[in-house]
């Protein structure tokens, strides 16, 4: 293997630390704790367990954590009015919505009701606006992990190449702004791009942001580059046997075959633990970060991109 790890879990942990000083010096020097609000509908066992897991390390930062757990069949009104409170309310500086929500409920109007300075996951078109503009935006929480973690591991990005696999405006439209931003050539391919392969090796970054097990292979990357694997996929895993019901176990693996791109790449990001937990660690520094612009304060240094 010749390509280091990038490792997200390790860097995440400084990320959180350093938020957590920020948050203990709000509270000294303002008498402020910022406080981040999520709201679960419906009992979607993953989604419980994201939302426990966020509000477990909200309150390890030293944050307010507030969880809203709405019915399934809740009606948009209803949503929209806990909404308003919480826009309204000057102790929540945070507010996400556990996506996906049930069928009859719009993720786009729900993303549209909460107040842009509020919205810590960066989904509003206000904030995906003030990105594309070179404005102050609120950057949503996975793509500012990938801009972290090869900042972190590169340095400068100026001048170099970069292909954004995927064009979603949860990861792959924000991280190519980003990319831009620091002065990459940026490239986004998509399932209608021809000869990807062709694409991908003439990148020096490579994000890949597709929801396909595996698809990246050692044959499309350049000697040397930097591969940031975004995708979260479960595949069954025979070679660990049968759970208790018969069902064969499963495991996480990327958008990218690790083993085969880590004999090319000169670094690349493991999942699980890389950018998975550069995720939560940004939705709490986006958290931090509205909270002092809110109280018009310095914002915290290296928690913003
Ligand atoms: P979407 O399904 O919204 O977007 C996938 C993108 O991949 C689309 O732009 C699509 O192109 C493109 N695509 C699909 N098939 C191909 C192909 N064969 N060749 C090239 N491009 C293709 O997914 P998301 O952006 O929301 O998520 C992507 C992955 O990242 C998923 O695995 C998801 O689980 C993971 N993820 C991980 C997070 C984390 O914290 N680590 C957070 C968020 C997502 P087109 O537009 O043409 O259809």
Redo the contacts with the bound molecule.
């Keep these: 293997m010749t390509a280091s790890i990038i490792d997200g879990k390790a860097f995440a942990a400084t990320v959180r630390a350093k938020v957590a000083t920020h948050v203990a010096r709000l509270k000294a020097d303002h008498g402020i704790t910022p406080g981040l609000a999520v709201v679960l509908v419906g009992e979607d066992p993953a989604s419980q367990v994201y939302v426990r897991s966020k509000g477990e390390m909200t309150v390890e930062v030293g944050m307010n954590s507030y969880e809203h757990k709405l019915d399934m069949d809740v009606t948009e009104d209803a949503l929209f009015a806990l909404i308003d409170k919480l826009n309204n309310d000057p102790a929540v500086h945070g507010i996400l919505v556990q996506f996906p929500v049930p069928a009859h409920l719009d993720e786009g109007r729900i993303v549209a009701k909460i107040s842009p300075e509020k919205d810590v996951d960066g989904l509003h078109v206000v904030n995906a606006g003030l990105l594309a503009s070179g404005g102050k935006a609120m950057v949503s929480c996975?793509p500012m992990?990938c801009l972290m973690l090869l900042r972190e591991h590169l340095g400068s990005l100026s001048g170099l190449n970069a292909v954004v696999?995927?064009?979603?405006n949860?990861?792959?439209k924000p991280v190519a702004q980003l990319l831009l931003r620091d002065s990459c050539t940026v490239t986004i391919?998509?399932?209608?791009?021809r000869d990807?392969p062709d694409v991908v090796r003439q990148a020096d970054i490579v994000v890949a942001?597709?929801?396909?097990a595996e698809?990246v292979t050692g044959d499309w990357i350049k000697p040397g580059a930097t591969v940031i694997d975004?995708?979260?996929?479960r595949i069954e895993a025979p070679e660990r046997g049968n759970n208790a019901d018969g069902s064969v176990k499963m495991r996480l693996v990327g958008?990218v075959d690790f083993a085969s791109v880590a004999e090319v790449a000169g670094a690349i990001t493991p999942v699980p633990g890389g950018?998975?937990p550069m995720?939560i660690a940004c939705l709490l520094a986006n958290t931090v970060t509205a909270c002092s612009r809110a109280n018009g304060l310095i914002e915290p240094k290296g928690l913003t991109i």
């Design positions: 996975t992990g696999i995927g064009r979603s949860l990861v792959g391919a998509h399932s209608r791009t990807l942001a597709v929801g396909r698809m975004v995708g979260i996929n958008d950018v998975g995720t």
